[in-house]
């Protein structure tokens, strides 16, 4: 059977056009952005209105830029009437109906479910208004046109202008994704004002989210027994006999009762169990539609899928801390996707689409007990598999990426934003040397040149004008013990490996090091941050490509 959960889109043999709810998925299961309208009670019963038209015979061929619902309304855009036609014939069939009830299905569990509990901090504060949708991040056109709103000219001299700039400054890919490369006509005739064209600006395909790497919490609720049992609202289900009920466990969070239950029968052998919500309500599920339980923990794992549900709990440790210097706080993976460009780009690593970067990062101390932004690792799977295709004559296999030439540099700007945002003393990352030997000699040519010359050459043209030197910052890094992210806090072991322990906090976590334990300072690359290069950088931003317009 067809469902959502294993299949993200659909196609059909011999048709132009197919179905997709790959970004749908990725809103409400991965936190994405949502790029469609509000999912209400009504809404929800349409999935047309979610459901994204691709080209081709592959769920992952591009986007249109049009909904199942558009198609209906007629609104084809660019579409030939004929392929649109086909496409709403072909959802007749039955595969595709079910396919449909599943999504509709998945909206309605989403617009059910509450929120999610334990979600990081953002990467960044909330926009500023930046055409790109992150917080300090600007585009030299759109700032070039701006000073310029008020001036006239015919467009052809506009677009001639346009391309010189390209020669002061200005990335050609800026301009391919700012929708002025390809500017045919502009209402009205005469003279084309700058204002028209800053109009006209639509950046919407370069648009970024930064998503924490967040899963699902194996353990949903933490029941301790009741010693003292409080009174607790129950509301009780018409019943033939009379039910007798005793909280015994109950999760102080969340508030879920554990409930054991006796019938008022003399026959009963064996006393019942149930989970409650905190409004005192029956958790039920369709296999078990009464909620009467043979055993605590099987009340319990009801309860706990009950949570899942409606508020799930979530965990940030990541996927690959295993592949990191231990002993950092806060450690995190962030992925930089692009969920408006409108082809698709998988990896394997990430079950999201289009990710254009991968960082990893934690905050720890120097030598003289500043706080420092490490980062663990910066990667563009993409931009690597787009430029390893070009090389080997097959570039057309792999959709190009925005920032194909120039994502280590948006990296280096992301981290100083996010550097700056959580009041850091500095910003590290590794050598390449510790690349070379965390990945086992791998690729050891690329990490040399993207670790120890293009990443210092990036820091050292952003930070020229402020006169801040690219520069070895000393960290601390554990010697004879290693601390790892956990589901929930930290996990500490000795030199051999030995758990010493879990903890909730960071502090916790360091009272549980042995006595003999100790750490090395390791010279890694940095840029110091003061707080007036922080207020700096948090007020001026970066380009996001290039270094502006001369």
């Not at 989403?110 to 960044?124: C, G, I, K, S, V």
């Not at 700058?194 to 395909?205: N, T």
């Not at 758990?499 to 906090?505: E, I, M, Q, R």
Request: charged share 25%; glycine share 8%; proline share 7%.
């Amino acid at each position: 059977m067809w469902t959502i959960e294993k299949t993200r889109g659909i196609t059909f043999r011999g048709a132009k056009l197919g179905l997709s709810a790959a970004r749908l998925w990725e809103h409400t299961q991965r936190r994405q952005i949502n790029p469609f309208a509000p999912i209400t009670r009504q809404t929800a019963q349409n999935p047309g209105l979610y459901l994204d038209v691709t080209e081709g015979e592959s769920p992952l061929q591009p986007l249109t830029g049009l909904t199942l619902q558009d198609l209906r309304d007629k609104r084809y855009a660019h579409l030939n009437p004929s392929d649109a036609a086909h496409l709403l014939h072909n959802i007749q069939c039955r595969e595709c109906r079910q396919w449909m009830a599943s999504v509709q299905a998945h909206l309605e569990a989403a617009r059910q479910e509450q929120a999610a509990r334990n979600r990081p901090t953002p990467f960044l504060p909330a926009g500023d208004g930046s055409p790109l949708g992150v917080a300090g991040l600007k585009c030299a056109l759109q700032i070039w046109l701006h000073s310029r709103r008020d001036e006239k000219a015919p467009l052809a001299q506009w677009m001639n202008r346009l391309r010189k700039l390209t020669q002061q400054g200005l990335r050609g890919n800026e301009l391919d994704l700012s929708g002025l490369s390809s500017v045919g006509a502009l209402p009205g005739e005469g003279p084309v004002t700058g204002e028209s064209l800053l109009q006209h600006l639509d950046y919407r395909k370069a648009r970024l989210s930064i998503l924490p790497v967040v899963q699902t919490a194996r353990r949903q609720l933490d029941f301790v027994q009741v010693t003292n049992t409080p009174p607790a609202r129950r509301i009780e289900p018409r019943r033939r006999k009379p039910l007798r009920a005793h909280p015994v466990y109950r999760d102080p969070i969340m508030g879920y009762w554990i409930d054991q239950i006796a019938w008022e029968d003399l026959f009963l052998d064996q006393p019942g169990w149930r989970a409650l919500t905190c409004r005192g309500q029956v958790v039920t599920s369709p296999a078990n539609p009464t909620g009467i339980c043979r055993s605590a923990e099987e009340a319990m794992t009801l309860a706990s899928a009950h949570a899942h549900t409606v508020l799930p709990k979530l965990t940030a440790q990541g996927k690959w801390s295993r592949y990191s210097i231990s002993g950092g706080e806060h450690y995190r993976e962030w992925l930089v996707t692009l969920p408006h460009y409108r082809f698709g780009h998988y990896n394997p690593h990430f079950p999201h689409r289009n990710v254009l970067l991968h960082l990893r990062c934690d905050i720890r101390g120097d030598e003289d007990g500043h706080r420092i932004l490490l980062m663990q690792e910066a990667q563009s799977d993409w931009a690597q598999a787009f430029q390893r295709a070009g090389r080997a004559g097959d570039a057309n296999s792999i959709p190009a990426p925005p920032w194909a030439q120039e994502w280590p540099a948006l990296a280096l700007k992301l981290m100083l934003l996010h550097a700056a945002s959580r009041n850091v003393d500095g910003l590290a990352w590794t050598t390449g040397a510790m690349q070379v030997r965390r990945y086992g000699g791998r690729g050891q040519k690329w990490l040399h040149r993207l670790y120890d010359e293009m990443l210092p050459h990036e820091a050292q043209k952003l930070l020229r004008k402020h006169q801040v030197p690219c520069q070895p910052i000393r960290v601390r890094v554990p010697d004879n013990f290693t601390i790892r992210p956990a589901e929930f806090g930290y996990e500490v072991f000795d030199e051999e490996g030995h758990s010493l322990g879990a903890a909730t906090s960071w502090e916790e976590a360091r009272s549980l090091l042995p006595d003999d334990a100790h750490e090395q300072v390791v010279s890694m690359h940095g840029i110091g941050l003061d707080r007036n290069l922080r207020e700096v950088i948090m007020e001026e931003g970066f380009y996001a490509w290039g270094h502006g317009i001369l």
